[in-house]
């Protein structure tokens, strides 16, 4: 929770996994209003004032904030890109649709950037899930008992390399990288989808759990609108990449979010794999 917060009421627009729900505990004491992204999981917010809205009901969504009365904003959890016909646009919506198809041939990054600047229009301060929740994006150093070895101190450097290279084209935000080879890097599938692909790979290009081999690196892109979409870790990416044999995890200090901390760090720690943060590149 923010040290001094400059809003009355938050809202928190909540998308799927686990980053919103923690963030709402987190800010129980605040009584955030949420707003649930249709078809992104069932209701994890017993105790809360909510709503459910699609993701095209952008004026359905901005009078329930008002209604509320939150003058700040929070868009935390992933929403895939959808179908334009699944959006169930109301009229609000429908408005923003040439903007956004305009903006989409620019990439993602530029969607978002169209969605926060409506809602900042509409008089709503918009904050990044690292600021109403610091301890989501760990400053540098080693969060666990393993140590990396030299060689996955050299994978660790070409693998954010190589994430930062993909980013500075809008490509994605993850690389893995095995004995200074690059493995994979993620495109619109998404770090899990990325991380399963590598357990298809030849038994000789990739580790395993008594011998592990190989780091997962996420940063976040240059031009990324970093309210709104920094890379994010959690339980699930530690199990997907314990199946896939990797020896470990690196991030951007303050640049990407690992959501459930303890538990995070309880699982790589029980696997033998490392989670390292680096510092940013100047």
């Keep these: 929770m923010p040290d001094q917060p400059t809003w009355n009421r938050l809202g928190l627009i909540a ?8 963030i709402a505990q987190a800010m129980a004491g605040m009584n955030p209003f949420i707003v649930r992204v249709k078809g992104f999981g069932t209701d994890p917010f017993e105790g809360f004032e909510s709503v459910e809205k699609s993701i095209g009901q952008i004026g359905g969504i901005l009078k329930a904030l008002k209604k509320a009365g939150c003058d700040a904003l929070c868009f935390a959890g992933y929403v895939k890109r959808p179908d334009i016909k699944d959006l169930q646009m109301d009229a609000h919506g429908l408005v923003l649709v040439p903007r956004a198809l305009a903006a989409g041939r620019k990439g993602d990054d530029a969607i978002l950037r169209v969605v926060i600047e409506e809602f900042e229009q509409a008089g709503l301060t918009v904050i990044g899930a690292n600021d109403v929740l610091k301890s989501l994006a760990p400053a540098a150093g080693q969060l666990t008992a393993t140590t990396p070895n030299d060689n996955d101190r050299a994978d660790i450097a070409k693998a954010l ?19 200074g080879v690059v493995l994979a890097v993620e495109a619109q599938e998404g770090t899990n989808a990325m991380l399963e692909r590598l357990t ?25 609108e970093r309210r709104i979409d920094l890379p994010t870790i959690g339980v699930e990416t530690v199990t997907r990449c314990d199946r896939a044999g990797l020896a470990g995890i690196a991030l951007e200090a303050g640049s990407a979010l690992i959501v459930n901390r303890e538990a995070v760090i309880a699982a790589l720690d029980a696997a033998g794999m490392f ?5 940013a590149q100047p």
């Design 200 to 224: 298809e790979l030849p038994a000789h290009l990739r580790g395993n759990a008594g011998e592990r081999l190989g780091v997962l690196a996420k940063t976040p892109k240059p031009i990324q």
């Design 275 to 279: 989670l390292v943060v680096e510092d």
């Design 161 to 179: 390399l190589t994430a930062r290279h993909m980013g500075e084209i809008d490509i994605g935000q993850a690389a893995v990288v095995a004995h």
């Design 15 to 22: 998308g799927g996994g686990d980053l919103p729900v923690e």
